[in-house]
């Protein structure tokens, strides 16, 4: 017994001589997060959420038809606080003979936290060459920016599908020059983005409601955008539905679906749209997936008297 405190006296010495080490806190910090990609399985078909990053977004300065204090309060209630720090997502599906991306992120049209999603596709196990379609929701340049890399097709065998009407709207000189001048700069990039899959042919846009391939079909949802659009998957009775921007603030809109915001095209008809789809996916209990809430962005939605709770999708390593 007295050899053993003789020992423990002298290793309390020697660490207190800092002769024994106590830890490694002079290691660097990292400051990084692991590849933005989920995967999940939907029947056979095979889903992964890609994150081009996240923006900064002044939610308090866009978000319209809310009571006084009501954003505020609903960001507190969630801990968060303004600006809020908000996901672009886009969504991959493998079906086992096509390989579709619906949406693309921003790639570098707003700074520097954004752009990653070739990134995060190719530690996804995928290469930009071997998408055969990319589906967008609408042409806002945070759906549309990835299409482009150094100025070329980012995925330069795919065909570049969305509805007629975006095309109509978006890639109208004469639409760009009625509206107005803080947002001529997206009908600009709009056209940008989708030029060298038209130069190649390899632009076919649908009109409304379309099948795709089999188990992925277009469903119409103007408001957003003229032409925005929802992307339906099924498999093996198993049912997601990729949103788009049919809302923005997770913690405001989900509450309080009436809330509205300025990017919308025609807020009177975005709102049915929203009211009309989350009641569906909330009675019906399938899966959704958006482009601005917190990445991975699916989820389901439960009813919560007139509003709705988001419930994510629960985390799965299985194959």
Partial sequence: MPRRIAALCLVFALAAGGLVSAGHAAAPQQKTQAPGYYRMMLGDFEVTALSDGTVDLPVDKLLSGAKPGQVQRALQRAYLG?????????????????????????????????????GHLKAAGYQPEQIDEVCITHLHPDHVGGLLAQGEAAFPNA????????????????????APDETKGFFVRAMEAVKPYRDAGRLQPFSGSTELAPGVRALAAPGHTPGHTFYIIESKAQKLVVWGDLMHVAAVQFPDPS???KFDVDSKLALPQRRKAFAEAAREGYYVALAHVAFPGIGRLRADGKGYVWVPVNYSTKP
């Fill in 82 to 118: 303004v600006p809020v720090e908000t996901s672009v997502n886009a969504y991959l599906i493998n079906t086992g003979s096509r390989l579709i991306l619906i949406d693309t992120g921003a790639a570098g049209l707003f700074g520097p936290t954004l752009g990653k999603l070739l």
């Fill in 259 to 261: 809330v509205v915001i």
């Fill in 159 to 178: 065909t570049v599908r969305f509805d007629q009407r975006e095309a109509d709207y978006w890639l109208s000189n004469e639409q760009m020059a009625k």
